[in-house]
């Protein structure tokens, strides 16, 4: 795995581009949970395991018109322990890697913990595929637009999991508000607001048409097969490579891709440090 490791290094050292891909792999070594399974999110939240309920019946924006306090409850949970957290080592490379590669390089993420701007990535340079946490919309919405959600703090009883606060409301009608993230089933999901980040992704897709790219997938498992797919594609528009870091999922399917069985900042980590012996050699 050394090698491996090495010619990950190598690879990024050589490329013209590169695309940064990060599933909810790429936060546990912040200590957040990525709800792999059932189980992983029941093993964090053993209120749900005794009522029954999964991530993706916890998940569905139908649960904001079923029992918003206990939607809410959930979700203010999730925005209190991602405001609480820090990136991890990990993304400081990645924010060192953006930055030598200026405008060839951009992050694809389907993580809504925000923590590519916290780590100072660019924010020209980051698409969040499902939205962000710290962002709010209205239910149904009357209006195809979103706002902070700087001005909520949510206090959840932890025993039943329910929102203890009011509820938060759409500035401008009044109606229930909710995260402006895309979930399951999710038909209300306000687009538009991330319609810059999806231009400035084709955009830097356009850019790079015809360069060395290398894809860095990190901590994106296939039960988000998108993001996956993405990266492959695009590794084989450019005849390029894919490095997929996943402790469990690593394996690839082309011979020019690597595959690495290690948690995000650990090999990105030994990336970094290679990168920094060879080009000081």
């Known amino acids: 795995m050394k090698t491996e490791l090495h010619r990950a290094a190598q ?70 322990l991602y405001r609480g957290a820090q990136p991890h080592s990990g993304y400081q490379v990645l924010r060192g890697l953006a930055e030598l590669f200026g405008s060839q390089c951009f992050v694809l993420t389907t993580n809504v913990d925000g923590f590519f701007l916290k780590a100072g990535v660019h924010q020209t340079q980051v698409r969040e595929c499902h939205g962000s946490i ?18 909520f703090h949510p206090e959840v009883d932890i025993h039943s999991m329910r929102l203890r606060d009011p509820l938060p409301l759409c500035p401008h009608c009044g109606a229930l508000a909710r995260p402006a993230i895309f979930a399951f089933g999710d038909t209300g999901y306000v687009w538009e607001a991330t319609q810059t980040q999806t231009a ?32 492959e594609a695009l590794a084989r528009q450019h005849q390029g490579h894919l490095i997929r870091i996943n402790p469990r999922d690593h394996h690839t399917n082309h011979p020019d891709d690597i595959g690495l069985p290690y948690l995000a900042a650990e090999a990105l980590k030994t990336i970094y440090q290679t990168l920094q012996f060879d080009s000081s050699s």
């Open 200 to 231: 400035l992704y084709q955009a830097w897709r356009e850019r790079v048409v015809g360069k060395r790219l290398v894809v860095l997938e990190c901590g994106s498992g296939p039960t988000v097969p998108g993001l996956r797919r993405e990266g």
């Open 134 to 151: 710290h962002s709010l919309q209205c239910i149904h919405p009357c209006q195809r637009s979103t706002w902070s959600a700087d001005c």
């Open 11 to 80: 690879l990024i050292g050589n490329a013209e581009c590169l695309l940064i891909t990060a599933g909810a792999g790429m936060s546990v070594d912040s200590g957040l949970p990525d709800y792999r399974g059932k189980d992983g999110f029941w093993n964090h939240f053993p209120v749900y395991r005794e009522l029954g309920v999964d991530y993706a019946r916890m998940t569905r924006p139908s649960g904001f018109t079923r029992d918003p306090h206990f939607a809410w409850g959930f979700y203010g949970y999730c925005l209190n």
